[in-house]
Structure formats: structure tokens, C-alpha cells
Nanobody
Framework: QVQLVESGGGLVQPGGSLRLSCAASGSIFRNYDMGWYRQAPGKQRELVARINTVGSPDYADSVKGRFTNSRDNAKNTVYLQMNSLKPEDTAVYYC????????WGQGTQVTVSS
């Protein structure tokens, strides 16, 4: 079964940057659009970015201009570069296919706080 492993989260001050990575155990990425999702405490999980099989990204309005989604099919990895982070970006971040059909990974915690 394909497993997704997210990494790169941490504690950062407002205005800071983080780069998240998501690695898959199989060659699933090249065949599917991939998404980055996040879930903040007390809120539903939401899609923040997605990228199609040829690398064209799309973003939620809340992160547009600050986040950059990319993929490396040879490495079975997707990335989320997050700049100008805000406290409201605090959440657990997950990757998955788009639309989602794989089990969720463990996610990576992003905390934006001074």
C-alpha cells in the first residue's frame, strides 16, 4: 500500500518560511494530481494547494502569492514552499492525491507564532 510521509514542519515566527516535503513509497505521483491539505484546531481539513501531473499548480485564495507547490516525479516527492507565514497558517499539513483517495499520512505540524 502506498504510504505518504510529510516532513518539514516546525515553529516559525510570523513572516518566516518553511518548506514542506511529501514522499510516497511508490510511483504514484506521476499518474495523479496531488494536493496539500491542512487542518487547524477545531476546523475542517481544507485544500490549500494542488498540482497536476505536468506541474501546473493552483492555490486557495488564502495562500495565493505566498505558497508555491512543486513536484519531482523522479523522486516521488511533492513540495510546498511557504513564505510570509501568518499565525492563521498554523495547522497540521498533509499531502494526498487530488481528489483524495489514499489514507492520510501523519502530517507535519506548522506553528506560526511569535
Amino acid at each position: 500500500q502506498v504510504q505518504l510521509v510529510e516532513s518539514g514542519g516546525g515553529l516559525v515566527q510570523p513572516g518566516g518560511s518553511l518548506r514542506l516535503s511529501c514522499a510516497a513509497s511508490g510511483s504514484i505521483f506521476r499518474n495523479y494530481d496531488m494536493g496539500w491539505y491542512r487542518q487547524a484546531p477545531g476546523k475542517q481539513r481544507e485544500l490549500v494547494a494542488r498540482i497536476n501531473t505536468v506541474g501546473s499548480p493552483d492555490y486557495a485564495d488564502s495562500v495565493k502569492g505566498r505558497f508555491t507547490n512543486s513536484r519531482d516525479n523522479a523522486k516521488n516527492t511533492v513540495y510546498l514552499q511557504m513564505n510570509s507565514l501568518k499565525p492563521e497558517d498554523t495547522a497540521v499539513y498533509y499531502c494526498n492525491t487530488y481528489p483524495r483517495f489514499l489514507p492520510w499520512g501523519q502530517g507535519t505540524q506548522v506553528t506560526v507564532s511569535s
